[in-house]
């Protein structure tokens, strides 16, 4: 095989080595971008380099942002005394898309893991207490929106026992049956989880 | 929703926008990006431009190639007097692939298609009569390597026709049943072409 186009070459090997992207979407996505504008592809390449040199961590919630404080921690509407907790920022993505949380964030950045050597000081739980403990914006309630795995439920009983010397409610989001599935899919665990946090109708 | 880095969200449009690539996808990818180090990202950036900067075509073939004439072109092992004729510059890569042919390529960039109002004069097919004038480098034998279907059909003809002017041979590659599929599987259209160009055992 004779390569006409090393650049080609080099395009679908660096696609390649994206996620869910083998050599032939790598191959599709390279001629795809060939038969556009240069303007297209600067707009491409340029929206990947200020990806990683507009982008920090927000050093009071940890979610990322383009400017620190983050615009959920700057916005004064959102000061209600509720901090979410959750692992990463991508789960800011996702309740931030539910419309549901009008409080403030605290991205742990990790999870409490012992078979991967992540303990409590290598996660911003530190941090979190800072702002429990900070008069500026009082706390009244923490909710805890971790996933509900073992290392999830680890890291959730850890913070929860640090709270219990402050004045501050903690909850945890509900788990139980997503909504639109039958029950005869539910794995037990689910099911069991479901029945012991059942509400009152 | 709120959203904290304006440059995040900014790559996940540009990267939904390639083929293949839904919203979620987007996501995923710009999320990896973010964790990559910024050499790897600027070296994935720096692939994109360089594709549409240093991308040309070979003036002889019309393959895609960095330098021009191609490396297929000024390869002076590939000079056997053997053009295949291709659509597009994807297909002289399928052909590479399979190490089976060592001549050169004629790429028409194109196929006649009335109904997307595309005539002979829109694909290279005046350039082939040239190169097949061209004493510099005596052709014997144009195979045409172009889809079986209504289009691909009316070009093969239509070159054909061109090339009777010449002392040449004219082929095509073989259409019939796939390697490795069973009969029961191949449609009728297949089937009767299998047999129409059966060989001698």
């Known amino acids: 095989m004779q390569i006409t186009s090393e650049a080609l070459e080099r395009a679908i090997e660096e696609l390649a080595k994206l996620p869910g992207t083998g050599r032939k979407s790598a191959q599709r996505i390279a001629i795809h ?33 383009d400017t620190d404080p983050c615009s959920i921690c700057s916005n004064s509407k959102r000061q209600n005394g509720t901090i979410c907790v959750v692992e990463e920022f991508q789960d800011v993505y996702l309740i931030e ?35 429990v403990g900070n008069s500026d914006e009082p706390v009244n309630e923490i909710i805890l929106a971790l996933n509900p795995d073992a290392e999830g439920e680890a890291t959730s009983y850890y913070i929860n026992k640090l709270l219990l010397n402050y004045d501050i409610k903690v909850t945890r989001i509900a ?15 689910t099911l069991s989880r479901a029945f012991a946090s059942r509400t009152a109708f």
Chains 1, 2 share one sequence.
């Open 33 to 65: 971008l060939l038969k556009q504008t240069d303007e297209k592809v600067l707009t491409l390449a340029d929206a990947l380099i200020q990806l990683k040199k507009s982008v920090t961590r927000c050093s009071t919630c940890g979610t990322i942002t």
């Open 175 to 189: 788990y139980g049956i997503p909504m639109g599935t039958e029950l005869e899919f539910i794995d037990e665990a």
């Open 97 to 131: 898309k539910t419309n549901e949380f009008l409080g403030r964030y605290h991205v742990l950045g990790g999870i409490i893991s012992p078979m991967d050597n992540v303990g409590p000081d290598d996660i911003r739980v530190k941090e979190l207490l800072q702002r």
